[in-house]
């Protein structure tokens, strides 16, 4: 069981990281094997819209995506978090995002098997936070997510987020949200 976590944050230490990491050790607990990708870190170019991967289902751009490309085919589960930024996902989950593009290209382009219902299954989960408290803070994160995952196979299972969460480790004062990611990420590994 492979679980792949992907860190949206450009904030090392910050909320969504430290809620991963809790995560991680529920999904841990159950016996998965744990991957980690910090997006801020990697050399991706944005999508260039050059239909580059209409006919092949395989992206043209020649950066560090083509190494995440098979550890998200890889993946059993993957766990998604971002911050809310300007009511959406960073521009580093974005970027990752879009770039999937090329397996929107593989599956209802080229119809690639791999990609369609008897292809692997996937899993897929989103945390976030938010500084501010609204009704619909987290509605474009949630959105974005859940098409990303759908793009790839991935069972949306739910979301964890949180509100009024805005300096840098603010979110241990709610140990009750790092037990929750922790159960989380149990749960999510037991049904996969
Ligand atoms: C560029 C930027 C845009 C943000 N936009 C929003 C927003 O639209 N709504 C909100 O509630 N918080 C917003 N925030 C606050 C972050 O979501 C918040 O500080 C969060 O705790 C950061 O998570 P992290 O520590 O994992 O990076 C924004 C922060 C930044 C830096």
Known sequence: MKVLGLFGSPRRGGNTEILLEEALKGAEAEGAEIERLYLSDLDMTPCTECHGCDETG??????????????????????????????????????LIDRCQAFWAKKYLVKDPSMGSRGKRRK????????????????????????????????YVGELVYRGVE??????????????????????????
């Open 58 to 95: 395989a992206c043209v751009i020649l950066d560090e995506m083509q190494q995440v490309y098979p550890k998200l085919l890889e993946a059993d589960v993957i766990l998604l978090v971002s911050p809310v930024f300007f009511y959406g996902v960073t521009a580093w989950a974005k970027i």
């Open 124 to 155: 897929g989960f989103f945390i976030s936070v938010g500084a501010t408290k609204g009704k619909r803070v987290f509605e474009g994160a949630i959105m974005t997510a859940k098409y990303f995952f759908d793009v790839l196979n991935a069972e």
């Open 167 to 192: 300096a840098k480790g603010d979110i241990l004062k709610h140990p009750e949200a790092l037990e929750e990611a922790r159960q989380a990420g149990r749960k999510v590994v037991r049904g996969a």
